[in-house]
């Protein structure tokens, strides 16, 4: 897809798939794709995926935004948290001074400060977790697209998430990429990788955008599920198993790191 001004590039493939063509340009990308049957076959199949994934997203478009996401209840929440932590401080900050009570204070400082930025990583454990149960039992179709078109399931998932995604090398640990799929997320899209070992047991990768900057593991168990969370540079990361805590831990540091861009700390794990 190289060439002169009216060559057909991603950008002309990606607009004809979500209907943004028209006239003359769409009409050379037609003869493009009657020529080319190995990218008229990608094109069909996100177009298939697109058509999935608005299905299972019109109910929700078409309910009423819910009160608790009203802008003004936002910011009135927001607000009267602003008032309770400043209260807080104000207090720590005298008993500090009568040389009263403060190490109460500042273990429960500390414990409402936690709780405010373990809610994004919760919702990220949690929607993982859902997630992982829906399609881990899946037989036929645990996964969209397999890992024989790894580097179209990542480009996909990439420009969908507006993140650049890898898929982390498990190997160390016995695990195998199967492949993975397209998820609703929160306010947009989710990634959910899935990787099997030799005896058929199975565990997700999840990535979505999320607010914060919790890097800190969070560790959710959820039936036979746990879940390691984090978040980082405004998105969520997870990794879910039927694994024990001690093994699923040192799995979700080589995919921490792993997504941080440091081989050399996967390798070590």
């Known amino acids: 897809m190289t060439g002169g001004p009216d060559a057909i590039i991603e950008d002309d493939l990606q ?9 003359a340009r769409l009409a050379a990308v037609e003869a493009y794709l009657a020529q080319h049957a190995e990218v008229r076959e990608r094109v069909v199949l996100e177009q298939r995926q697109r058509a999935a994934l608005r299905g ?20 009135a929440a927001r607000r009267r948290r602003l008032r309770r932590w400043t209260g807080a401080a104000a207090a720590g900050l005298l008993l500090f001074t009568v040389g009263a009570g403060t190490g109460w204070m500042a273990g429960r400082r500390g414990t409402d400060l936690a709780a405010t930025t373990a809610a994004p990583t919760t919702a990220v454990a949690q929607n993982a977790s859902a997630a992982y149960r829906t399609f881990v039992v899946e037989v036929a179709h645990p996964v969209e697209v397999d890992a024989q078109h790894q580097a179209h399931l990542l480009q996909w998932l990439s420009r969908r998430l507006g993140k650049p995604l890898v898929a982390p090398d498990l190997g160390h640990f016995g695990y195998r990429l199967m492949g993975g799929r397209l998820l609703p997320g929160g306010r947009g899209a989710a990634a959910q990788l899935m990787y099997e070992d030799a005896g058929g047991r199975r565990l997700t990768v999840y990535v979505r955008a999320a607010e914060g900057s919790e890097t800190a593991f969070r560790f959710q168990h959820e039936g036979e599920a746990s879940t390691f969370a984090w978040i980082d540079q405004g998105f969520g990361f997870a990794v879910t198993g039927a694994l024990p805590r001690e093994e699923l831990l040192p799995i979700a540091e080589a995919v921490y790191h792993g997504f941080a861009g440091d081989t050399d700390a996967v390798r070590k794990n």
């Open 15 to 23: 607009a004809y798939v979500d209907g943004r063509l028209d006239g």
């Open 56 to 75: 299972q997203l019109e109910a929700k478009f078409a309910e009423p935004i819910p009160p608790r996401l009203w802008i003004a209840n936002i910011q």
